[in-house]
């Protein structure tokens, strides 16, 4: 770690820099169009007088470093006389070198470590690229055009005898450390976790300097460790006052008055079933059988829309949040638990206010009637996940009928959806038994059943049919109507081919013909790989194959479920834009005209972003805690599987308890191992020695970095 420079104040030159990144930033949206200074000052937001000045003065600096040039007196342009200039997201892998992932190209732009200047992870960056020695592209970062984040988590490391430390960051892809100087330490003391904000980096400097705003704790300690993954994605943990204030101060009583504007459906039945440890139940079933021999299904939801309103602070606070954030020992809500857990959770026996939709299905399960609209529900029964499957099973206990009923529609759905071209990856995901002190002292998995397929089926019905109600006219020609769908888009032909040619070396066929051929197939591979020496890897490759679902407010349909409607309707306690559903639903019902779609479009944005670090900070608690389970293990051989690659080693995964490890090829003795991208392996080149993803190998576990929430193995036979 080098020393900090002596401080010399650029306040002004420091302006300047960071205006001109905002003048990058805004020119290359549109790098062939010409601007005046007018055009560029109103377009980064800088519009007084003295403002405008200091845009001239960075008009004038980007000028004399050939970032743009003047076309004529006044006017500006991009200069692209840089040869392979380029604008795209920054990506750090754990050696310190780079990767930027440009739009309109396949292929992501190598950086190494010596060029990526003061990017840091996530950045927006613009690079000169060239082909180094005639092999793939290569690039340096020439600017920084728009930071992703400027808070980080990391370990304060006090400089003894000196009045300033360093911030070293969890995170391997953090580039550099961040130095604090005195007066800017907020309190902490050497060796805590701590939260840093970056205030500045200096050009010619190695190190930004931060300023520590929070004091987290000690490093390795459970609760240290689970805010600071919090800390990491910029998620609270806690509400302000004033919105847990607006929450209790909430009308929690059913009014008379309400339930008139309302479906009275409290005296069908109607029950939950959800996760054993569940608190927040949003959705009930109810089912009755109808004069004529049909099953009204009714599915209803949580009316989350009555309670939180637009433009109070709790909208404001659930609409940032976006999502629930579900960590290993706790759940970090979307709101204040009087709401989730109380008000507006449909517990057995109490009256609640609801968001439906009723189906008449006939033994077929086709939907012959539908209806939507807020309703009065009464849960009669809370049922947990095994003992709604005991019913299946045993086919004794009460509401046994009833769930028998669900169990068989269900089924009927399920495969008919399969039959559309649905893709049923059937993953299990690992759970943790923790003791009294959120310590793990068993790792399970949760499998699924019948009973979840059965809530699963009914859910999916729910969205597909509201989305198609908003959606559709009667005839089936598109309303045009503005609202948030659920997309997926079709997986990448490239990755598909990849695929197809990788598994055809185990004797597996794959036709690729069309969208419905490539779910049959995929379907079949998935079923034909169960049990085998190969299933992890090649439903690993599958899955990676696949795009990533999100919101948008264009219906381009989702291709994992066979849908071409779909929306999120069923989760407004914990996601968000199922609370834009129910609005917008409830506003179509009213005969309201469609809203503006662009607002809706930034909705999208920030709920499918914000889903992504809800994910990435439950997938770090996961591991967090496999670290945690497995240091009682150390020393100790495991057989596993190879499951994942890379060019400085590749990782193997504990079937029995989801733990993953790394090994790294410098580690690796007997040869000089290098990567092979195509065949997912590592090759020895002098022995012919491999490993390949989905290799079964031993292991000895090595270390348990709980910091970084990293274990490392140690190949002991193959």
């Not at 290359?28 to 109103?42: M, R, V």
């Not at 580039?175 to 200096?202: C, H, L, N, Q, Y």
Request: proline share 3%.
């Amino acid at each position: 770690m080098a020393n900090k420079s002596k401080f010399i104040s650029h306040k002004n030159d420091n302006k300047l820099q960071e205006i001109g990144r905002l003048i990058m930033n805004f020119m290359n949206k549109n790098s062939t169009k010409i601007y005046n200074y007018k055009q560029i000052a109103d377009g980064i937001d800088y519009k007084n007088p003295r403002q405008r000045e200091l845009v001239i003065q960075s008009l004038h600096k980007l000028l004399s470093d050939a970032k743009i040039k003047e076309t004529e007196k006044g006017k500006y342009i991009i200069n692209l006389n840089i040869e392979g200039t380029l604008t795209g997201k920054i990506d750090f892998n754990q050696a310190g070198n780079a990767y930027v992932k440009v739009d309109e190209m396949d292929d992501d732009i190598f950086i190494h470590s010596k060029n990526v200047k003061d990017a840091m992870q996530g950045d927006t960056v613009l690079v000169v690229t060239y082909n180094f020695k005639g092999k793939k592209l290569e690039g340096s970062v020439l600017e920084v055009l728009e930071r992703k984040r400027d808070q980080f988590v990391g370990v304060f490391q006090l400089i003894k005898h000196k009045d300033f430390g360093f911030v070293v960051s969890d995170k391997k892809s953090m580039s550099t450390d961040i130095f604090v100087p005195r007066g800017k330490i907020g309190g902490a003391e050497d060796g805590d976790k701590v939260v840093v904000k970056m205030v500045a980096w200096r050009a010619g400097e190695k190190n930004p300097e931060g300023e520590i705003i929070k004091v987290l704790g000690a490093p390795g300690d459970h609760e240290t460790e689970i805010h600071s993954i919090l800390a990491e994605y910029g998620l609270p943990y806690t509400f302000p006052e004033e919105v847990e204030r607006e929450a209790q101060a909430i009308d929690q009583k059913i009014h008379d008055s309400e339930v008139a504007k309302r479906r009275d459906m409290r005296n069908v039945c109607t029950f939950t079933i959800d996760p054993k440890d569940a608190k927040d139940f949003d959705d009930a079933l109810s089912l009755q059988k109808l004069d004529n021999g049909n099953w009204e299904v009714g599915v209803h939801i949580a009316d989350v829309s009555h309670y939180v309103v637009p433009g109070t602070l709790l909208d404001d606070e659930a609409y940032d949040r976006a999502t629930s954030v579900y960590l290993v020992d706790r759940v970090v809500p979307m709101l204040p638990e009087v709401l989730s857990n109380e008000v507006c959770s449909l517990r057995p026996n109490e009256d609640k206010y609801t968001f439906s939709a009723v189906f008449e299905l006939n033994e077929n399960a086709e939907v012959l009637n539908e209806w939507f609209g807020r309703t009065v529900t009464h849960s009669d029964r809370r049922f947990s996940y095994e003992e709604a499957q005991e019913r299946i099973e045993t086919q004794t206990g009460d509401l046994t009928e009833e769930i028998l009923t669900l169990d068989r529609l269900a089924k009927i759905l399920r495969k008919r959806r399969i039959d559309n071209g649905a893709i049923t990856f059937d993953r299990s995901e690992v759970r943790f038994n923790l003791d009294e002190n959120s310590q793990p002292i068993g790792v399970y998995f949760k499998v699924s059943k019948e009973s979840n397929h059965l809530i699963e089926e009914f859910m999916l019905l729910a969205n597909r049919k509201v989305s198609e109600f908003i959606s559709l006219k009667k005839g089936g020609e598109p309303t045009q109507n503005t609202f948030i769908y659920r997309i997926h888009d079709d997986p990448d032909p490239a990755k598909l081919e990849a695929l197809r040619e990788f598994v055809s070396t185990f004797g597996y066929k794959m036709d690729l013909a069309n969208t419905k051929k490539v779910a049959q197939s995929l379907n079949k591979l998935l079923q034909d790989v169960k049990g085998k020496g190969e299933e992890n890897m090649i439903e690993t490759l599958a899955m990676r194959s696949m795009s990533k679902a999100v919101y948008s407010t264009d219906p381009i349909g989702h291709y994992g479920l066979g849908f071409e409607y779909y929306s999120h309707f069923t989760s407004p306690i914990r996601r968000y834009p199922d609370l834009i559903a129910h609005r917008l639903l409830q506003h179509y019902l009213d005969g309201g005209k469609s809203p503006n779609k662009q607002e809706y479009d930034e909705k999208c944005k920030h709920c499918s972003a914000m889903e992504r670090l809800a994910a990435d900070a439950e997938r770090d608690s996961i591991k967090f805690m496999q670290v945690k389970f497995m240091e009682t293990h150390l020393g100790e051989e495991f057989t596993g599987v190879i499951s994942g690659v890379a060019d400085f080693g590749f990782w193997v995964q504990i079937p029995e308890n989801g733990a993953e490890g790394l090994i790294k090829l410098r580690d690796l003795m007997d040869d000089s191992y290098s990567y092979d991208a195509k065949t997912h392996s590592v090759q020895g080149s002098r022995t012919g020695n491999q490993y390949q993803l989905g290799d079964k190998v031993t292991i000895k576990v090595m270390k348990a970095n709980l910091i970084q929430k990293q274990l490392d193995f140690k190949i002991i036979s193959s």
